[in-house]
């Protein structure tokens, strides 16, 4: 049976940490207000915080699933110190801390509902700072990154450098002990290589929908995916004129609506209803639910067909293809990302898949030609900054109908 795995929490980090030791967990944020939450000393405060998301979570599942819950607190002095907030407090903390060592406290809870177990545990990692100058303090309180993180820094991103030492556990201060968590597992019966082969299928549902423009880079990235769109669904000014798109998995229709402000009249299909009901917002009369496979359109009635973060999903994006040069027109263009998943890792400073994935640009191209669609247009768009400071570059490519 699959593990359904769910991490209560909005990090980025501690997604990042779990997908690079081969975990990809679904995300669902708790809510909890951290602010209203004491306890008796830094530790237990981390450990309560990661108790009460994990079960704030538990209490909306409809399914049995594993779900972690963590929380960071730094202990200073015997203070505890999560986010600044302000920049005005992200100062006073550095002054504070140059120079000296506090303790990063990352409170893990692992609620599994199936065994009805729920585990507590704690994990602290002593982190000496380095001696800043009130000008690397300005400038690294400007850049952001100190205010919405606990003790306000990070070891992984632009705070990196201004950590001198670590006596622990690296990835507890990153904000998750994967030892830790192992063991934990263990516990309630799951091993890690379980989590490895065993993933249930993402599902689009009001869990991911409700948050799923806000983590997918929000309206920058997608006015840059559409602008990038555009620019393959028309080469020349002539071209632009009383073209209709079809726009694949179209989700929230935040890239859909971006075309249509381009001057596109865009129509669009998915299979989550979730999604489907933000889509009918911003498209109002011009989405439906369907299978990209299974398109309900008649065979070459379409100008254009676009495909944005679809193929890579898939266990195989050839019937999706197929599909798309049934409906398109002599000449008409499919417009569809590629190669996602080795944009992002490069990104993250990691190598690419061994795994070849069903948008490898060369899969497709040996796919498409099958079906008598050819490569004949490429461009590439930029995604939201990751942890590391960079920010990965998706290829997008054009297919034309023979």
């Known amino acids: 049976m699959s593990t359904r795995f769910v991490l209560a929490s909005a990090s980025p980090a501690r997604l990042k940490t779990l997908r690079a030791a081969g975990i990809e967990p679904e995300v669902i944020v708790s809510g909890v207000d951290e602010d209203d939450v004491t306890a008796e000393n830094p530790g ?132 998750l002990s994967l030892p830790l968590l192992r063991r934990m597992l263990i516990e309630v019966g799951i091993t890690w290589p379980e989590l490895w082969r065993s993933q249930k299928p993402f599902t689009y549902d009001e869990s991911v929908a409700s948050t799923y423009d806000d983590t997918r880079g929000g309206p920058t990235r997608a006015q840059a995916a559409a602008q990038a769109v555009n620019t393959l669904l028309h080469p020349t000014t002539a071209s632009a004129v009383g073209q209709r798109v079809l726009e694949l998995a179209i989700g929230t229709g935040i890239v859909g609506a971006e075309l249509v402000a381009l001057g596109n009249l865009v129509h669009g299909f998915d299979l989550s209803t979730a999604m489907l009901q933000r889509a009918k917002v911003r498209l109002p ?105 960079d920010a990965p570059t998706y290829p997008l490519v054009r297919f034309r109908r023979i």
């Open 44 to 175: 237990e405060l981390a450990r309560l915080l990661a108790t009460l998301k994990a079960r704030a979570v538990v209490a909306n599942l409809s399914d049995h699933a594993t779900v972690l819950g963590c929380d960071s607190v730094l202990e200073f002095d015997g203070v505890a110190y999560g986010k600044p907030g302000t920049p005005e407090v992200a100062r006073e903390r550095w002054r504070m801390m140059r120079g000296q060592s506090g303790v990063l406290h990352t409170g893990h809870c692992l609620f599994d509902t199936s065994s009805k177990q729920e585990i507590r545990e704690l994990a602290s990692t002593e982190v000496r700072f380095a001696d800043l100058t009130d000008e690397e303090i300005d400038a690294y309180v400007e850049t952001g990154e100190p205010l919405v993180v606990a003790g306000s820094f990070t070891v992984d991103g632009l705070g990196g450098p201004f950590v001198t030492a670590i006596d622990g556990d690296y990835h507890n201060v990153v904000g």
């Open 285 to 389: 009369g011009h989405v439906a639910a369907a299978d990209a496979a299974r398109l309900p359109v008649g065979d070459r009635r379409c100008d254009a067909v676009v495909a944005v973060w679809l193929l890579h999903l898939l266990d195989d994006s050839e019937p999706v293809i197929a599909e798309v040069a049934r409906v398109l027109r002599t000449d008409g263009v499919f417009v569809t990302t590629t190669e996602k998943s080795d944009a992002s890792r490069y990104a993250d400073g990691r190598g690419p898949n061994d795994t070849r994935s069903q948008d490898a640009l060369a899969h497709l191209v040996a796919v498409a030609s099958r079906h008598g669609l050819v490569l004949d247009g490429a461009t590439t768009f930029p995604g939201p900054t990751r942890n590391t400071g």
